[in-house]
């Protein structure tokens, strides 16, 4: 993801600096012109080489927030306000046991059995009624294959700018 | 990195932009069109790179955003637990500001009788390289120095050469 970016952004930034330098070489310039040209090339690699340490940085500051969220402690869900998973990491891929293009979209509450869904819900529905910030209750999980465990399920919202919610945040913890 | 960083880069980006087409205004006579035409093929690549830079900055923006809105106190340390970063539930759960625990041994929020067998479960913890959970339970000193039970939930980010890694912790109430 982050990495792939990177790259991409740093092929692209060389191949900008190389077609430049290309384009300026092929020209046949006065002594002065050429002089000119030449320092302007000077400062552009100059330039180029703190455009690529800024976006490097930008590239490294990304992934570290991207392997908080991978590979945080325990199963990490954000939903959107209508509890539809949009981002998962691995403990949760392990946890409910579907891969995560698999995870996303499907609403989580799919992933409690049937008889605890309607508490699941209720609590949910009253978390975004009441405008709570974070709540926290049991639950039966029901992961795609294997028997159904009690589980922690933490939840905390990420506030938009303006107003309302702009996903939500849930951790979800096996009870031994 | 900050927004200021981001905003340097397309600063400089704009600069180079702006010092080559004053160049190219000034000094290259009979190569003008050719230049030209060079210049407007890099802009049209400027564009595409401004747009990458922007999408980096949205998903720094998310991911940063998972972690500050971790429901449980969630911290990132280096191998000897040295806190980096702290999220807000972190800083709700010691009472202090988040900023404050940055470079702070975490083991100074443990309460001093656990203090050693706290070492002692954090070196086993930054040992497992291999991805698994250590999980253990301690006291905390919270705000006004009240004791507060909580389990540790730590495992360890995979580094590329072998070296130290660092350390995430989900901390919650028992």
Request: glycine fraction near 8%; aromatic fraction near 8%.
């Amino acid at each position: 993801m982050s990495g792939a970016h990177s790259q991409w952004l740093l092929t692209t930034v060389n191949a900008v600096r190389e077609l430049m330098i290309g384009r300026l070489q092929s020209r046949s310039l006065d002594p002065a012109s050429q002089r000119d040209v030449e320092m302007a090339l000077e400062e552009l690699d100059v330039m180029w080489e703190e455009l690529q340490g800024q976006s490097e940085l930008l590239s490294r500051e990304s992934q570290r927030y991207v392997e908080f969220f991978d590979f945080a402690p325990d199963a990490y869900v954000v939903t959107d306000a209508g509890g539809n998973i949009r981002e998962a990491n691995r403990a949760a891929t392990e946890l409910l046991g579907l891969e995560r293009a698999s995870l996303v979209h499907h609403p989580l509450s799919t992933f409690v059995v049937e008889s605890d869904r309607v508490a699941f819900l209720t609590h949910f529905v009253g978390v975004l009624v009441n405008k709570v910030d974070r709540a926290a209750w049991e639950a039966c999980l029901q992961p795609a294959a294997g028997k159904p465990l009690r589980a922690l399920f933490s939840l905390r919202a990420i506030p938009l700018s303006k107003s309302g919610v702009g996903g939500l945040c849930w951790l979800i913890r096996p009870i031994p | 990195m900050s927004g200021n960083d981001s905003f340097e880069l397309f600063n400089s980006v704009k600069t180079v932009r702006d010092l080559l087409q004053r160049k190219l205004d000034g000094g290259a006579g009979h190569a003008q069109g050719e230049l030209e035409a060079g210049l407007q093929e890099i802009e049209a690549l400027w564009e595409e790179l401004r747009q990458r830079a922007d999408e980096l900055t949205a998903e720094r923006q998310r991911y940063s955003e998972f972690f500050e809105y971790a429901p449980d106190a969630y911290l990132v340390t280096d191998s000897h637990g040295t806190v980096r970063d702290a999220n807000r539930a972190a800083a709700e759960l010691l009472g202090v500001p988040a900023r404050t625990l940055a470079g702070k041994p975490l083991a100074t929020c443990v309460h001093e009788d656990g203090r050693r067998d706290f070492r002692a479960h954090l070196v086993r913890a930054s040992a497992q390289t291999d991805g698994e959970l250590s999980v253990w339970r301690g006291v905390l000193l919270g705000p006004g120095d009240g004791l507060l039970p909580v389990q540790f939930r730590v495992r360890a980010l995979p580094v590329a050469d072998g070296g130290l890694a660092p350390l995430c912790w989900l901390v919650r109430r028992t």
